[in-house]
């Protein structure tokens, strides 16, 4: 009984989805890191002139390395600027352009029509016939 429950659980599309995201999240992760501390430190170093993995200080007797919070910073941003262009952005122009699919017809109508549409509308009325649209 409770392995039919697992096997159903396991094989629900949700699940095999979010084992597909995590897995390409962590390699795209890995992608993003290695560009951090392989190019961007770097060159954010070079340009400061200093070893900016390095970089560190001492609190009583204690190392604190600023360097390794500071690529882990650069490394989030870079990695929600991504997701937020290659992802979040073009979902939601799709979506955009769903919902300016699902609008009204007459939203995009000239006042031509407009006036046509009301006078159709009008004569339906006084005919007795049920308006359509």
């Known amino acids: 009984m409770v392995y039919k429950e697992f096997k159903e659980f396991i094989s629900r599309g949700n699940v095999i989805d979010l084992a597909v995201a995590v897995v390409l999240g962590i390699a795209f992760g890995a992608v993003v890191t290695s560009v951090v501390e392989g190019v961007i430190t770097p060159l954010i170093g070079a340009l400061f002139d200093f070893e900016f993995s390095g970089w560190s200080s001492s609190l009583n007797g204690n190392e604190i390395f600023w360097g390794t919070v500071l690529d882990a910073a ?51 009325q006084q005919r007795g016939t049920p308006m359509q649209r």
Do not use: C, W, Y
């Not at 300016?100 to 029509?113: F, K, T, V, Y």
């Open 74 to 124: 650069i490394n989030f941003l870079l990695v929600a600027a991504a997701i937020f262009f290659l992802i979040v952005k073009p979902m939601n122009m799709l979506a955009e352009r769903r919902r300016r699919g699902e609008e009204p017809q007459e939203a995009e109508l000239s006042d031509e029509a407009l006036l046509l549409t009301e006078i159709r509308d009008l004569l339906r």
